[in-house]
């Protein structure tokens, strides 16, 4: 049995016992509990716990999910009417106050004298301890009536609008948490489904761009090719097997960018002069793979000229709580498709640190002199 339906039933057994003890405290007459062992002892006293029952959970289990929740007013109103007419008819704490009236009055002395008694003295009824003599008793005292001549039992009237009062507010408000329960799944859902979207993106587009890059090693025998296919297939191991979840060691993405940035510096040639640096303990550190690729695929596609010379600059450093990335390079021949396309990734890319880093990421692009720079914070 879980937790919550244990203190559920805790909880409903509670409110039980607090039901079933109205009579008693209310019908209590002081100085003697013989009149609370009558009640106890009478059909009728369980027969008022099982009326409020069938109202409490007829209510919460059926008329409240299957017809108020279902926009069904007027048959509610017909089911709650119909329960009230059966209170009506019962009229369960009625019964318990007729008893405790018998009890009573069994208890009173008879009003005869006795049998050789004088005649002439005038003996009064001794009242039961705890019961006002000014009072009528519960047979001589006027009773409210309903239009059909039958007494109205107030006391349980009142007890049965709080009872279905109570019902409804606790099947409503557990059926909203549910509902709500059940958002924020499909949203946790829709998170990882968009999420396992944007990397099958991200990892096919990286892949094609390194594999061009072997090919043109090849074409022109380049000695380093081998190497190449070398760091390659460390990068593919890291895409295809470590980014299954939403996270990866910080360890296999620095070195996945490493290989990654010397398969670039291969086809760059001295033109291009590539500053990577890491600063800080990356042990035990983690980070959404693939989540600084973006940028760096970036930096290269756009930031390296076959006729200009330039510096691209990549820095990661770490601290105990924090990880800030920084790249700059230089702009040439960003075309309007280029920069559809790079809107695409830095979207995409957004959109996975707003899942996984919601509220805990600064990120700020900068496109100013013909300068891309890149600055990221993550949470460590």
Same mark, same amino acid.
């Given at each position: 049995m879980s937790k919550i339906k244990a203190i559920s039933i805790i909880l409903h057994f509670a409110g039980w016992v607090m039901l079933m003890a109205i009579p008693l405290i209310f019908l209590h007459r002081g100085g003697s509990f013989d009149g609370d062992i009558v009640l106890l002892q009478s059909p009728d006293y369980w027969l008022f716990g099982l009326t409020f029952m069938v109202v409490f959970y007829s209510n919460a289990y059926f008329f409240v999910p299957r017809l108020l929740l279902r926009k069904k007013h007027i048959f509610f109103g017909i089911a709650v009417f119909s329960l009230f007419f059966g209170v009506y008819c019962i009229r369960p704490f009625d019964r318990l106050l007729h008893i405790r009236e018998k009890e009573d009055d069994s208890r009173r002395p008879n009003n005869r004298p006795p049998f050789n008694g004088p005649g002439n003295v005038n003996y009064q009824p001794v009242e039961p301890p705890g019961r006002n003599p000014n009072l009528p008793s519960?047979?001589?005292?006027?009773?409210?009536?309903?239009?059909?001549?039958?007494?109205?039992?107030?006391?349980?009237?009142?007890?049965?609008?709080?009872?279905?009062?109570?019902?409804?507010?606790?099947?409503?408000?557990?059926?909203?948490?549910?509902?709500?329960?059940?958002?924020?799944?499909?949203?946790?859902?829709?998170?990882?489904?968009?999420?396992?979207?944007?990397?099958?993106?991200?990892?096919?587009?990286?892949?094609?761009?390194?594999?061009?890059?072997?090919?043109?090693?090849?074409?022109?025998?380049?000695?380093?090719?081998?190497?190449?296919?070398?760091?390659?297939?460390?990068?593919?191991?890291?895409?295809?097997?470590?980014? +299954? %979840? =939403?996270?990866?060691?910080?360890?296999? *993405? !620095? /070195?996945?960018?490493?290989?990654?940035?010397?398969?670039?510096? #291969?086809? +760059? %040639? =001295?033109?291009?002069?590539?500053?990577? *640096? !890491? /600063?800080?303990?990356?042990?035990?550190?983690?980070?959404?793979? #693939?989540?600084?690729?973006?940028?760096?695929?970036n930096v290269f596609k756009y930031g390296v000229s076959k006729h200009e010379s330039t510096t691209i600059q990549i820095k990661l450093v770490i601290s105990e709580t924090a990880l800030y990335f920084y790249c700059k390079n230089r702009i040439f021949g960003l075309s309007n498709g280029d920069n559809h396309s790079t809107g695409i990734g830095i979207k995409n890319t957004r959109k996975r640190l707003e899942h996984l880093y919601t509220g805990r990421y600064l990120l700020n692009i900068s496109n100013d002199n013909q300068e891309y720079i890149v600055q990221l914070t993550l949470p460590t």
């Open positions: 519960y047979r001589d005292r006027p009773l409210s009536r309903s239009p059909f001549g039958q007494p109205l039992d107030i006391t349980s009237f009142f007890i049965f609008f709080t009872v279905i009062a109570f019902s409804t507010a606790i099947k409503t408000i557990r059926e909203w948490l549910l509902t709500e329960q059940r958002a924020a799944r499909a949203e946790a859902d829709k998170a990882t489904a968009e999420l396992s979207f944007l990397k099958a993106q991200i990892n096919p587009h990286f892949l094609f761009n390194t594999m061009n890059n072997i090919y043109t090693l090849v074409l022109t025998r380049d000695d380093h090719a081998a190497d190449s296919v070398l760091r390659l297939s460390k990068i593919m191991r890291y895409v295809t097997e470590d980014v +299954t %979840g =939403n996270f990866a060691p910080l360890q296999r *993405e !620095v /070195d996945c960018i490493a290989s990654y940035i010397e398969l670039q510096r #291969l086809r +760059t %040639g =001295n033109l291009t002069a590539v500053n990577f *640096e !890491v /600063d800080g303990d990356i042990d035990g550190k983690q980070i959404a793979p #693939l989540l600084l690729m973006t940028f760096i695929e």
